[in-house]
């Protein structure tokens, strides 16, 4: 069993689900320790948080990830326990196998060998791990990164270890993400008997126009590094369950993940315009989860690049496609950020799972990012 594998197993058999982070980071801490990390956790409410550094010195390059998990789901519809990490043709299974043990396993393997073979390495290294990716994403990264900076602790090169792959490992180097900007909109009717129509105002009725012309909008149309804006309605609820009603209140959410080519505040209004003008009762609540961030082929994306091909004999599609990570709050600091893991084909789902032999690839790719950029 590779060192990679056994470590991802312990991580795997952790229940770490949002906000809980089991044994996880304690795990890590040991082994790093061992190497001469300094081990500093920094908890925000019910949030582990953990920053490993070796080194006091410039440049910075720093592996991120997360120790939660989703949840399981129904299971009963495992073909294994998803914590008990098993080994089936050629694959690891459990809760956390490709989001994202996997990658933090290969990350702390990649340090102790990188370590082994070069002690006297130029700058420093660090792992900043969080257990509150998953969810609300408050006390986690985003907490960190301020102390951080409160500190003048400057990242310079940062390696997400999300599962960013699409086929095998190492097809795919994010370079940057969409913004994700997200709202709740209210609009207010006149609840009334469907029979007397003229008694009621019917808040799906009036904004059903509104709604046409904002499926029609064109935000943007991206540009060669991001694709365009999308808006996309994901819940939509009114009524009270009685057929014989006209509903008082229309309750709608959705979400734009959009390029930069548009910031959120255009975004807010444009749509705060629209509604206005189809004179709307309306009340919105509007959520960003983060601005997008672009990180230019300098640096880091080369050694990433080089790394993949040494290792892997493939050259990594540059994307920033997906959802949003943790490299939201890091990018804005300056640093060079980009997103390097397994393939995200079995995330979140039902027998989640990685295959071993991504383990120990990915462990070699990490290793030789450290060793071009800290050698």
């Given at each position: 069993m590779s060192a990679t594998l056994e470590l991802a197993k312990k991580l795997i058999a952790q229940a770490s689900v949002t906000p809980e982070d089991g044994d996880c980071q304690t795990i890590i801490s040991k082994h790093l320790e061992a190497s001469g990390f300094h081990a500093e956790p920094m908890p925000f409410g019910e949030v582990k948080n953990l920053w490993l550094r070796r080194g006091t010195q410039a440049p910075l390059l720093v592996f991120a990830g997360h120790t939660d998990v989703v949840p399981t789901g129904p299971e009963e519809q495992w073909h294994s326990p998803p914590f008990e990490p098993t080994l089936r043709d050629n694959k690891l299974y459990g809760r956390g196998a490709a989001d994202m043990k996997s990658s933090i396993a290969a990350m702390t393997i990649a340090c102790e060998n990188f370590i082994r073979t070069h002690p006297q390495h130029k700058g420093s290294v660090a792992l900043l791990l969080t257990s509150d990716e998953e969810g609300p994403a408050i006390n986690g990264t985003k907490k960190v990164i301020e102390q951080l900076q409160a500190r003048d602790d400057c990242i310079d090169w940062c390696i997400v270890g999300e599962p960013t792959s699409s086929s095998s490992v190492g097809d795919t180097l994010k370079i940057g993400r969409r913004g994700s900007?997200?709202?709740?909109?209210?609009?207010?009717?006149?609840?009334?008997?469907?029979?007397?129509?003229?008694?009621?105002?019917?808040?799906?009725?009036?904004?059903?126009?509104?709604?046409?012309?904002?499926?029609?909008?064109?935000?943007?149309?991206?540009?060669?590094?991001?694709?365009?804006?999308?808006?996309?309605?994901?819940?939509?609820?009114?009524?009270?369950?009685?057929?014989?009603?006209?509903?008082?209140?229309?309750?709608?959410?959705?979400?734009?993940?959009?390029?930069?080519?548009?910031?959120?505040?255009?975004?807010k209004s444009k749509i705060e315009q629209l509604l206005q003008k189809h004179q709307l009762d309306y009340a919105i609540d509007w959520h960003l989860s983060g601005d997008p961030f672009y990180c230019k082929p300098e640096e880091l994306v080369r050694a990433c690049e080089q790394a993949i091909h040494e290792t892997l004999n493939i050259k990594p599609e540059l994307s920033t496609t997906g959802g949003t990570s943790d490299g939201?709050?890091?990018?804005?600091?300056?640093?060079?950020?980009?997103?390097?893991?397994?393939?995200?084909?079995?995330?979140?789902?039902?027998?989640?799972?990685?295959?071993?032999?991504?383990?120990?690839?990915?462990?070699?790719?990490?290793?030789?990012i450290l060793k071009k950029l800290l050698t």
């Open positions: 900007l997200s709202a709740t909109l209210k609009i207010h009717g006149l609840q009334g008997h469907v029979a007397y129509p003229q008694q009621a105002k019917n808040p799906i009725h009036e904004f059903a126009p509104a709604l046409v012309e904002l499926t029609d909008l064109g935000w943007d149309t991206g540009n060669e590094h991001f694709p365009a804006t999308t808006f996309q309605i994901s819940n939509f609820n009114a009524g009270t369950g009685a057929s014989n009603i006209i509903p008082g209140i229309l309750s709608v959410e959705f979400n734009l993940r959009f390029s930069n080519e548009i910031t959120a505040e255009d975004i939201r709050f890091i990018a804005p600091t300056g640093a060079q950020v980009v997103e390097l893991g397994p393939v995200n084909e079995s995330i979140h789902k039902i027998d989640e799972h990685i295959e071993v032999a991504a383990l120990d690839q990915l462990t070699t790719v990490y290793e030789n």
